[in-house]
């Protein structure tokens, strides 16, 4: 029979454990903050429109982003920061459309081969987005995070869906039309 000292002691013990099972998970989040930066953003503005935020301006969707991610494809959401230095460090989130190497179809007739170290990037939301249509080719070295999750509002919670890997379709035969049917199909559903 264990004595009333044992009885604290495993008490005691228990708490501890509790106590630990909360605060390290909130040491690494505050860690992680300051090492690579905040695990989560909220998602401004309209050009990601339908996949973010489709309930309107004043239910701006919440996302997960994940800094140490290994390689990038063609359909991943991003978080970048702006290329153009009129707007300093400000966050951009975009899809890649196009990896380097592969042409992208540009409003004007032409079409553009997306340079080595660099990705070709467009909002959902064609008319209201400033992106690669705009301002051109973006460094990877802007890329931040890609988005991994969407976590609010929770009816909307889940993965965000990768359309267009490079394993679907060879980059010759990618072309931004191809991609926007598909990013239209997928947000429908």
Known sequence: VPSRRNHKALDMLNIIARGACVAFPTVALLAHDRA????????????MHPTFNRDGPAFRDRILLNRLYRQLDRGDVVVLRSPSPKEGDQL?????VGLEG????????????????????????K???????????VDLSLVEARVALKIWPLQNFGAIGNVGSAAEQPPARQSVSDLLAAVGAVSRV
């Open 102 to 125: 592969d042409r992208v179809a540009l409003q004007s007739g032409g079409e553009c081969v997306v340079p080595s170290g660099q990705v070709w990037v467009e909002g959902d939301n």
């Open 127 to 137: 008319v209201v987005s400033r992106d690669s249509r705009r301002f051109g080719p």
């Open 92 to 96: 951009l989130i975009k899809r890649i």
């Open 36 to 47: 690579l930066g905040p695990l989560t953003a909220v998602v401004d503005g309209a050009s």
